[in-house]
């Protein structure tokens, strides 16, 4: 076995983008040393996302976040591919936060990450990784030459190219892109808002203000094989291509930044390979439709953070790990499922139109809406957390309001410290006695809710991630929940 240097940190997190800050926030949360490495020497001022889902939105919400949006723009009307949807079928759903830039989202980020004392290297890119027993080394390009750094675990939220990946030998299947995507920030221009996107003969275009003289627009012309581009698109073929699908000349407006995007979809075989982990855009690639993106990867991010920091401070030993890849490799292939679906319905010629008559037609059903809304919102999520029948079981923990003995608060605001929390809604001294053992990672609060998703419930574990790990009744064991997920409990230690 080789011996374990002295390490530069616990974690390293490979990208500086919202998934690799997300994590390096949660580790922090947990007690854990990270280091976040990023290729650039700044980061970038351009933002191919413009908002995030119901549920990343209630993430940021979770770790007290969602105020420095300032006051964000949330809608209910979205669509499946490119057929309207009203998210607010569900309780508290939305199609999610529109126009937030995601330069902001990741200064957001930043300042949290940063404030709870992660480290950001810039001007450093991974070029090489190599795993031992005990420990990982990470060769890196670094401002005053190569160096190398030594950790315990190694994030890999390096892009859908990422370099982490592809040094540990993890196989990237999928499918290859069919199709381009050009999208463009562009002034001056005037364009009708379509923000939705509008199928044309041809294609599809989209159009958001973004501003009183600036406008998004994403224009997919249809036959067009995508290359391998080695530069991004010249507003002259944005402009050529819009103008070929709507009849409009957008020709005399200014290109503030151009960028391009394709269809292809692919997943990571395995989130984890011994010491090296996934997350994000390294794990699954796929078309954005729903701003799907950026939000899995921050889902990602708060269910692998606080496992990691349990393992690298010793509060719990490295099977924990294996939950990761168990719980979001599922999530991971169903969102590359509802993305491909909406691909096809979306980006398709003529040869779909009765497929899209069909789906408009199911969306007017209630519960077919409910299932299409709970699968892009990510409300729908559940892991295997225990054995029991408790409804809540595995599923996050809807923002609800409680009244304890020092005033009202909420389950989103209990989750603020990124802690386990264990809610008695019955006083039940019984549930606050096995819990006691547990009281360095789990906060034990005792305040009833008259939120009718909790009635039937009469205490609830929520992990750090805000899913349920138990529930009474009929939701199993509770000192065996509080074990495996939160460690070794009082008689391991006496």
Known sequence: MTAVPELDAQVIVAGAGPTGLMTAGELRLGGAEVTVLDRLA???????????????????????????????????????????????????????VRNVEQTETEAVLTRWATGLGA???????????????????????????????????LVGADGGRSTVRRAVGIDFPGHDATCEMFLADVAGASIRPRFIGERVSGG????????????????????????????????DEVAGAWQRLTGEDIGHGEARWISSFTDASRLADRYRLGR?????????????????????GVQDAVNLGWKLAAVVTGRSGPELLDTYHEERHP????????????????????????????????????????HL??????????YDVA?????????????????????????????????????????????????????????????????ERLSSTDAVLLRPDGHVAWASPDGGDLGEALGTWFGPGPAAHA
């Open 119 to 153: 480290r950001i290297l810039r001007s450093h890119e991974v070029i090489a990784v190599t795993q031992h027993d005990a420990f990982v080394e990470v060769e890196v390009s670094a401002p005053d030459g190569p160096r190398v750094l030594r950790c315990s675990y």
């Open 373 to 382: 809304a709970g699968m892009v919102t990510g409300f729908d999520v559940r």
């Open 204 to 235: 599809m275009v989209m159009a958001a203000r973004l501003s009183d003289d600036l406008d998004r627009v994403i224009v997919c012309e249809r036959g067009t094989r995508p290359g391998e581009r080695t530069a991004p698109p010249s507003f």
């Open 42 to 96: 700044e980061p970038v001022s351009e933002s191919r996302g413009l908002g995030f889902t119901a549920r990343a939105t209630e993430v940021f919400d979770q770790r007290g976040l969602l105020a420095d949006f300032g006051n964000p723009e949330i809608s209910t009307k979205g669509h499946f591919g490119g057929i309207e949807l009203d998210y607010s079928v569900l309780p508290g759903g939305h199609f999610g």
């Open 387 to 451: 054995e029991g029948s408790h409804p809540l079981l595995g599923l996050r923990v809807p923002p609800c309001e409680l009244l304890g003995a020092d005033g009202t608060t909420t389950t989103t605001r209990l989750l603020h410290a990124g802690r386990g929390v264990l809610l008695d809604l019955a006083d039940d001294p019984a549930v606050r006695r096995t819990a006691e053992g547990w009281a360095s990672h789990v906060d034990v609060v005792t305040a009833p809710s008259a939120d």
């Open 276 to 296: 090296v982990l996934l997350a994000g855009d390294a794990a699954h690639i796929h078309l954005p439709a729903g701003g799907q993106g950026l939000s899995v």
């Open 331 to 370: 999530v991971g292939e169903r969102v590359l499922t509802n993305t491909r679906a909406q691909g096809f319905l979306y980006l398709g010629g003529t040869e779909v139109e009765p497929l899209r008559a069909v789906f408009g037609e199911l969306l007017g059903n209630d519960d077919v809406a409910r």
